[in-house]
């Protein structure tokens, strides 16, 4: 089944730190960009992070900047998000898809809860 998996959200303080993971199945996710999106309640679904295909280029939101790094293993087929000195707002659920725009993508994957809260 072709299908993009999220994982590694979860509850964190403020100041904490989390990985994201995006692997593939059943396609080779290095031949796409892969962004980073999220979405809160009552609010659109934006772009995070996005990351080349071939050289690696990267696109950072400018409330992230700073904080996140986007990389990605193609032996593991796996794009991963490292979220540093998170805040609360960057509560949301995370998800990744195989362009830097949500409604150009291919593949979508289903999303991973990150909470951020004393």
């Known amino acids: 089944q072709v299908q993009l998996v999220e994982s590694g959200g979860g509850l964190v303080q403020p100041g904490g730190s989390l990985r994201l993971s995006c692997t593939a199945s059943?396609?080779?996710?290095?031949?796409?960009?892969v962004g980073w999106f999220r979405q809160s309640p009552g609010r659109e679904r934006e772009a995070v992070s996005c990351?080349?295909?071939?050289?690696?280029?990267?696109y950072y939101r400018d409330s992230v900047q700073g904080r996140f790094t986007i990389s990605r293993d193609n032996a593991k087929n796996t794009v991963y998000l490292q979220m540093n000195s998170l805040k609360p707002e960057d509560t949301a659920v995370y998800s990744c898809?195989?362009?830097?725009?949500?409604?150009?993508?291919?593949?979508w994957g289903q999303g991973t809860q990150v909470t951020v809260s004393s």
């Open positions: 898809a195989t362009d830097c725009q949500w409604d150009g993508s291919e593949y």
């Open positions: 059943r396609f080779t996710l290095g031949h796409y960009v």
């Open positions: 990351i080349g295909a071939s050289d690696g280029s990267t």
